[in-house]
């Protein structure tokens, strides 16, 4: 019924003559009210459907319109109602006091029938077409709350799926996970795969938003539930295969992802490690007295997703009191406030002498990147996974 009503336009005029020509002029296309003081109209402005529009005169006795006009705007209900001042008055400054006042137009008496057609219709038309932006915006608003919500309880799951820091043990393992949007396409995690065995993983799925995060979550789905078909997980390569054979970028959305995965044997000592298009990880072996040493841990396999593919794996000794720390490409590559390249070298060189005259944290890390990017946010995900081994 709303959408197919007349709009409504109050007349306001002492003079009833004036009342009259303006009814008979606009009873056709509008709904019409009338008053003859301000008091009256003040209070059919009020009255629902509210006016569309007021015609107001500005000589009237007690109330005159201009002060009608000031209580129509401080009003919050009739505030947005379109105002025109029907008057007999041309001084510039009277008009200036109206427009000052709220008012939208100027109709000088006497009346002109065409000119009142026109004036009314077009504001009519400029009051729908608010109208219909703020309802359209207040849509839009409720949209946007309810999308930020989901993603808000999006991004707490993929949070809540990633490993528990550990803090005592053969082994400590900590993490940050920073993403750019409300939802990144990194992911990371660790679990013991038997009694000796403990895989390491951080993937890097293409792209950011919903559809990155849902295929990363996917992918730590099935390395945290171990659900690869003729797979041991205590091999890097079968698990590299593994993951390239499920997640064909044919078959999502043509998005790909690298990955460095990892098991460690607290027995042998040996880290074998396979990297599929993902940055090397860093080994810091700190020797007492001497600079640390720091060794690139990574194997030339193209990234997951690609096709059919051989993928081959390398291992390491480990020795006591070394960090091991992967990181997805976002840690490092940042501008500096100058527009140079931070880059690999720049946090190999950084973790190197951070060990060198600290005890060096994943916050310390993180706080660096900040100074030198210059910004809290960063234009992709910052992913970063540290193993120390005692």
């Not at 427009?99 to 065409?114: N, Q």
């Not at 797979?231 to 959305?253: I, W, Y």
Request: proline letters at 5%; glycine letters at 6%.
């Amino acid at each position: 019924m709303e959408a197919i009503r007349k709009p409504k336009v109050l007349i306001v005029d002492d003079t009833p003559e004036n009342i009259q020509v303006l009814m008979e002029t606009l009873k056709d296309q509008y709904t019409i009210v009338a008053a003859i003081n301000g008091d009256k109209a003040l209070k059919l402005a009020l009255t629902k459907p509210l006016p569309d529009l007021i015609l107001l005169d500005i000589m009237m006795p007690e109330m005159d319109g201009y002060e009608v006009c000031r209580r129509l705007k401080s009003e919050e209900s009739t505030q947005n109602i379109p105002v025109i001042f029907v008057t007999a008055k041309s001084e510039v400054e009277d008009e200036t006091l109206g427009f000052e006042l709220g008012a939208v137009d100027y109709i000088t008496k006497p009346f002109s029938i065409p000119v009142i057609k026109a004036r009314v219709k077009a504001h009519l038309d400029l009051k729908r077409l608010r109208d219909l932006e703020v309802t359209q915006r207040a849509k839009l608003e409720s949209v946007l709350t309810k999308l930020n919500n989901e993603l808000g309880e999006a991004a707490d799951y993929v949070r809540s799926i990633l490993p528990e820091p550990v803090r005592e043990g053969p082994l400590m393992a900590d993490w940050r996970f920073i993403p750019s949007a409300a939802l990144g396409g990194d992911a990371l995690g660790y679990h013991w795969l038997d009694e000796d065995s403990f895989a390491i993983y951080l993937l890097d799925v293409c792209g950011h938003g919903v559809g990155a995060a849902l295929h990363s979550v996917s992918v730590l789905n099935v390395l945290r539930s171990g659900n690869l078909p003729d797979t041991d997980f205590r091999s890097p390569e079968q698990v590299l295969a593994g993951l390239n054979k499920v997640f064909p970028m044919e078959c999502h959305r043509d998005m790909f992802f690298t990955i460095w995965y990892g098991v460690y044997n607290r027995k042998s000592r040996l880290l074998a490690y396979s990297s599929g298009g993902h940055p090397a990880a860093l080994l810091i072996d700190q020797v007492s007295g001497e600079m640390p040493g720091v060794l690139e841990l990574c194997t030339e396999n193209l990234i997951i997703g690609l096709g059919p593919t051989d993928f081959k794996v390398d291992q390491v000794e480990i020795n006591p009191g070394a960090r091991l720390c992967i990181f997805s490409d976002g840690v490092y590559e940042i501008m500096d406030e100058n527009g140079a390249y931070w880059g690999f070298d720049g946090l190999k060189d950084y973790l190197r002498e951070s060990a060198a005259i600290e005890k060096p944290t994943l916050d310390n890390l993180w706080q660096h990147v900040q100074r030198v990017s210059f910004s809290e946010n960063l234009e992709d995900d910052f992913s970063v996974l540290e193993i120390r081994i005692f």
